[in-house]
T-cell receptor
Framework: DTAVSQTPKYLVTQMGNDKSIKCEQN?????MYWYKQDSKKFLKIMFS???????INETVPNRFSPKSPDKAHLNLHINSLELGDSAVYFC?????????????FGPGTRLLVL | KQEVTQIPAALSVPEGENLVLNCSFT??????LQWFRQDPGKGLTSLLL?????REQTSGRLNASLDKSSGRSTLYIAASQPGDSATYLC????????????FGTGTRLTIIP
């Protein structure tokens, strides 16, 4: 039973389009994250939500808008896609305050902007 | 600003050998450090987590050490197997209540049968 799932797994789209990536976790965690992994395999946090509330918002273009309808879901919507948005996007979740804040990651969504 | 570095970027060793992966971080004020394994198409898997007050953690053939004062961590893999081939990432958390991870760039490990 998948703990953190993301859809779609692959996304190929044209520049200028708007797209969304969905993330769901069935671990009952309060906190969810979006990370971007660039072509050099460098992972950087983008956003973090705790119980549907935004708590971390790194320097990310405002074309990226996270939405958390409930604490089990954190979706990422991207407007006006650019070539530089091509990357692998990872969703993760954790349960803070229990001593071991291990983050559980989804399988990643590979976005290619043409 | 915290920076995490992993050297080497890639490593190939024959099966059965013991090996060490290195991770260094610039700001020693961390809450914990994690080692992850990344397999293509499968996301990241957490291997070991060391709290800032701990010196090491062990899980099976894996042993991770932490020297917070010098800003270093190592991941020791004993008796390597082809299934250990993957990219290994270390990441640090700044402080309790901020679970944002700062990742290194990873070491791509290949175990040669």
């Amino acid at each position: 039973d998948t703990a953190v799932s993301q859809t779609p797994k692959y996304l190929v789209t044209q520049m200028g389009n708007d797209k969304s990536i969905k993330c769901e976790q069935n671990l009952g965690h309060d906190t969810m994250y979006w990370y971007k992994q660039d072509s050099k395999k460098f992972l950087k946090i983008m956003f973090s939500y705790n119980n549907k509330e935004l708590i971390i918002n790194e320097t990310v273009p405002n074309r990226f808008s996270p939405k958390s309808p409930d604490k089990a879901h954190l979706n990422l919507h991207i407007n006006s896609l650019e070539l530089g948005d091509s990357a692998v996007y990872f969703c993760a979740s954790s349960q803070p305050g229990q001593g071991v804040e291990t983050q559980y990651f989804g399988p990643g969504t590979r976005l290619l902007v043409l | 600003k915290q920076e995490v570095t992993q050297i080497p970027a890639a490593l190939s060793v024959p099966e059965g050998e013991n090996l060490v992966l290195n991770c260094s971080f610039t700001d020693s004020a961390i809450y914990n450090l994690q080692w992850f394994r990344q397999d293509p198409g499968k996301g990241l898997t957490s291997l070991l987590l060391i709290q800032s007050s701990q010196r090491e953690q062990t899980s099976g053939r894996l042993n991770a050490s932490l020297d917070k004062s010098s800003g270093r961590s190592t991941l020791y893999i004993a008796a390597s197997q082809p299934g250990d081939s993957a990219t290994y990432l270390c990441a640090v958390t700044a402080y309790f209540g901020n679970e944002k991870l700062t990742f290194g760039t990873g070491t791509r490990l290949t175990i040669i049968p």
